[in-house]
């Protein structure tokens, strides 16, 4: 038995570089970027959308102090990637453009970046098909408030909508007798019209892998999943997501981190309380949530599962 699991590690070693796809963003950071590079949002994340603290004030670099997803260690596996922890506090309220307070929102973003700007990256990441790895872990020690709605990862282009999400919590409801919801633990994977491909619950303690695999000219998702160090499996068929707009139109920023709605307020008006961006009831409390294993490849040669072995690209 031992020496299978070994000779089949040699194997997933071996097969490592062959069936290597090709990485398009890398966003797994090595040991050597420090909360320095953040604050400077150095490649390969932009950090402005944020708080008035400095983004090393919101947002960790845990070194080797914690072990990243298992899952993209190489031989001997050796994890060669840092895990990062983004956090909202009360003064994660965001100024677009430094004016128009986002007082409804507690929001810590990172976003992927090439050159400075998410916008020479999108036509790269964003292009025949490709796939969105990201694992998720929950920080035990500031934890989220289900009551809410959280927005954790989407792609989001300019009319503001989003290709696909994964959401925590309760949906957010304008209506003040709204009740938390049964699932609200659950992360939900949504595509373009909000409908739950795909649901799982945030359980302490490990990774929760997720991929999502974007087909950009037949409009099409697919899910992937895994738990701590098990490969991916495809969780979803392909899928249809025709929502989108088509072209450039439907394309736009992959971001990750907690973004945190607020809870009506009855004693605000009816259009306050429909303006979430800028309305609503929020604790203040500090929430955070650990990230490791940020990438995007192309399905040309598969789906990375994990300890360099592919997948088939979900199909029809
Ligand atoms: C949180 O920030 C808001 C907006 O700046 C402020 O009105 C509120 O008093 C703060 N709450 C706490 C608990 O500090
Ligand atoms: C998009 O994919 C095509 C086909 O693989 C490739 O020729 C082209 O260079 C890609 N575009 C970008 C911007 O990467
Ligand atoms: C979660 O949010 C609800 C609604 O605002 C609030 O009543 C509750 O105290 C919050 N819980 C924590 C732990 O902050
Ligand atoms: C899962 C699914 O099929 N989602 C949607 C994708 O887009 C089409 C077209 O708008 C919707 O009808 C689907 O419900």
Known sequence: MLARISKLLVLAAASLRIAATPVLFDGRLPLSYTQADLDNSVEPFLTVVKGSESASHYTRLEGSSMAPT??????PFKADEQVISVSID??????????????????????????????????????????????IKADT??????????????IEPNDGSHIFGVQLGTPFS????????????????????????????FLPAVWHNFAVQVDWEARTLGVWYSLEALPLIPVTHLVENTSEQTGDAGKGEFHFGVLKLPLVDPNDTPAQQGDVVHFGI???????????????????????????????????
């Open 70 to 75: 298992p899952l993209w260690r190489t031989f």
């Open 90 to 135: 009360n003064t994660s309220v965001f100024l677009p453009g430094g004016t128009n307070p986002q007082y409804g929102f507690r929001r810590t973003d990172i976003i992927a970046e090439l050159n400075g700007s998410p916008d020479p990256l999108i036509p790269v990441i964003e292009n025949g098909t490709t796939v969105f790895h990201f694992s």
């Open 141 to 154: 020690k500031r934890p989220l408030n289900y009551t809410h709605e959280y927005q954790i990862v989407f």
């Open 174 to 201: 304008s209506d003040p007798n709204s009740r938390p919801t049964k699932d609200n633990h659950f992360f939900k994977v949504l595509d373009h019209s909000l409908n739950i491909l795909f649901e799982t619950p």
């Open 282 to 316: 929020q604790e203040g409390t500090t929430e955070g949530l650990h990230y490791s294993g940020v990438f995007v490849e192309s399905v040309a040669k598969g789906v990375s599962v994990g300890y360099g072995l592919n997948g088939a690209p979900i199909r029809k």
